[in-house]
C-alpha cells in the first residue's frame, strides 16, 4: 500500500507571512498533484508534476517535485487569507490496476489571519 | 460542460437505511472515481471505473458498498444498512484516462455528497 505523508497537519499564519507544506512518500511517483479545497467542495487541482526537480509557479504558489520522485513540497509567499483551505497532496504510481489511480495525503488545514 | 454533479448535497438517514448517490461526470470522461473523506482529512479511495468497467474496489469497502457505471455515463454508489461510521463526504470526480505511462489529467471533482447516519 503505497502512503503519502503530509506535514504539517495543522498552519496557523498571519497575512503576509511564507509557508511551506510537504508531501513525502517511501514509493516513487510517476506523477503528483496538488489540490485545494475549500469546505463543502470537492478539492480543485492546483498542479501536476511529472519530471524529478521540476519545479512550477502559480503566483504567489512554488511546487517543487523532488529528484527522486519521492517528495514535494508548496511554497506559498505572502499568504493572504483567500489561501486558507485544506491543501493536498496527491499521488500516482504507475502499474497494474492502481494506473492513473490517486492517492491522498492526509491534507493540511491552512488559516491565514487578517 | 457544467462539471461533475453530485446528487443529493446532503442526505440524513437513520442506521440501517439504504442509501443511493448519483454521479453525473464530465461527458468526454472515461474515468470515473468515488471517494470517501471525513472532517478535515483526505479523500479516501473507494473504486473507480473505466467506461463502464469496475477496474478497482478498495479492499477497505465492505459488501455494503455497490458501485455502478452502466453504459459509460452517470454511476452509481449504494450504501446497504448504513452504519454511523459511514456518515462522511462521499466525492465523485472524472478525469480522462492516462496516456504514455503518466498521469497527464487531473481530476474534476464535484462537490460531494454529505451522509450523516443517525
Known amino acids: 500500500t503505497q502512503l503519502l505523508e503530509q506535514s504539517p497537519q495543522f498552519l496557523s499564519i498571519q497575512e503576509g507571512e511564507n509557508l511551506t507544506v510537504y508531501c513525502n512518500s517511501s514509493?516513487?511517483?510517476?506523477?503528483l498533484q496538488w489540490y485545494r479545497q475549500e469546505p463543502g467542495e470537492g478539492p480543485v487541482l492546483l498542479v501536476t508534476?511529472?519530471?524529478?526537480?521540476e519545479v512550477k509557479k502559480l503566483k504567489r504558489l512554488t511546487f517543487q517535485f523532488g529528484d527522486a520522485r519521492k517528495d514535494s513540497s508548496l511554497h506559498i509567499t505572502a499568504a493572504q487569507p483567500g489561501d486558507t483551505g485544506l491543501y493536498l497532496c496527491?499521488?500516482?504510481?504507475?502499474?497494474?490496476?492502481?494506473?492513473?489511480?490517486?492517492?491522498f495525503g492526509q491534507g493540511t488545514i491552512l488559516t491565514v489571519h487578517p | 460542460d457544467t462539471g461533475v454533479s453530485q446528487d443529493p448535497r446532503h442526505k440524513i438517514t437513520k442506521r440501517g437505511q439504504n442509501v443511493t448517490f448519483r454521479c453525473d461526470p464530465i461527458s468526454e470522461h472515461n474515468r470515473l472515481y468515488w471517494y470517501r473523506q471525513t472532517l478535515g482529512q483526505g479523500p479516501e479511495f473507494l473504486t473507480y471505473f473505466q467506461n463502464e468497467a469496475q477496474l478497482e474496489k478498495s479492499r477497505l469497502l465492505s459488501d455494503r458498498f455497490s458501485a455502478e457505471r452502466p453504459k459509460g455515463s452517470f454511476s452509481t454508489l449504494e450504501i446497504q444498512r448504513t452504519e454511523q461510521g459511514d456518515s462522511a463526504m462521499y466525492l465523485c470526480?472524472?478525469?480522462?484516462?492516462?496516456?504514455?505511462?503518466?498521469?497527464?489529467?487531473?481530476?474534476?471533482f464535484g462537490s460531494g455528497t454529505r451522509l450523516t447516519v443517525v
Open positions: 514509493s516513487v511517483f510517476s506523477s
Open positions: 470526480a472524472s478525469s480522462l484516462a492516462p496516456r504514455g505511462g503518466l498521469l497527464n489529467y487531473g481530476y474534476t
Open positions: 508534476v511529472v519530471t524529478g526537480g
Open positions: 496527491a499521488g500516482a504510481w504507475a502499474g497494474g490496476t492502481s494506473y492513473g489511480k490517486l492517492t
